[in-house]
T-cell receptor, first 114, second 114 residues
Framework: AQSVTQLGSHVSVSEGALVLLRCNYS??????LFWYVQYPNQGLQLLLK??????LVKGINGFEAEFKKSETSFHLTKPSAHMSDAAEYFC????????????FGRGTSLIVHP | DTAVSQTPKYLVTQMGNDKSIKCEQN?????MYWYKQDSKKFLKIMFS???????INETVPNRFSPKSPDKAHLNLHINSLELGDSAVYFC?????????????FGQGTRLTVV
């Protein structure tokens, strides 16, 4: 069965600082990986995804993530945080060899200080 | 033009009542889902339908019954509502079974049972 672990339920950064949100997955086959963002009182919006090919994936709003098979990780980064980045971030995995239903991590709340 | 729309956005009701949440997608997707997000933001899959057929039915009380009249609609009916049913319910859709793409989410329905 596939699973996702997001380290840190809350991450706090200063505006302009590097953002690093951690995601580790468990899957019996090479997975498809996703990062979603949820702003207050809204649904989830896709930031970026990894399926196959290049392991460094660029997404919207300046975010990127790198798939590292050896570390079973898919950490999300952004060089410089903006106040508007404050939101809940979810890592998700879909297993091409089994259930294709996305399984979500527990989420990380990003807090951005002025 | 909203891709995945849910109604109502807010729902406040008394214990024991029966209520429904409607969901429609105009993306032409074959697969639709219902997720429950609890107070700690954890997203848990409840049901998945592919072309109007139930694919996944996670451990959900029988009081919850999904209905898919056509592949663009997936409604959720809840009988005998309990306090513990209070949560945000998200409808989502994706391209189809066997084709792993991102899920598109509705804005959510915040259900409060009093």
């Amino acid at each position: 069965a596939q699973s996702v672990t997001q380290l840190g339920s809350h991450v706090s950064v200063s505006e302009g600082a590097l953002v690093l949100l951690r995601c580790n997955y468990s899957s019996s086959v090479p997975p498809y990986l996703f990062w979603y963002v949820q702003y207050p009182n809204q649904g989830l919006q896709l930031l970026l995804k990894y399926t196959t090919g290049a392991t460094l994936v660029k997404g919207i709003n300046g975010f990127e993530a790198e798939f590292k098979k050896s570390e079973t990780s898919f950490h999300l980064t952004k060089p410089s945080a903006h106040m508007s980045d404050a939101a809940e971030y979810f890592c998700a995995v879909s297993d091409p060899g089994g259930s294709y239903i996305p399984t979500f991590g527990r989420g990380t709340s990003l807090i951005v200080h002025p | 033009d909203t891709a995945v729309s849910q109604t109502p956005k807010y729902l406040v009701t008394q214990m024991g009542n029966d209520k429904s949440i409607k969901c429609e997608q105009n993306l032409g997707h074959d697969t639709m889902y219902w997720y429950k997000q609890d107070s700690k933001k954890f997203l848990k899959i409840m049901f998945s339908y592919n072309n109007k057929e139930l694919i996944i039915n996670e451990t959900v009380p029988n009081r919850f019954s999904p209905k898919s009249p056509d592949k663009a609609h997936l409604n959720l009916h809840i009988n005998s509502l309990e306090l513990g049913d209070s949560a945000v319910y998200f409808c989502a859709s994706s391209q189809g079974q066997g084709v792993i793409t991102e899920a598109f989410f509705g804005q959510g329905t915040r259900l409060t049972v009093v």
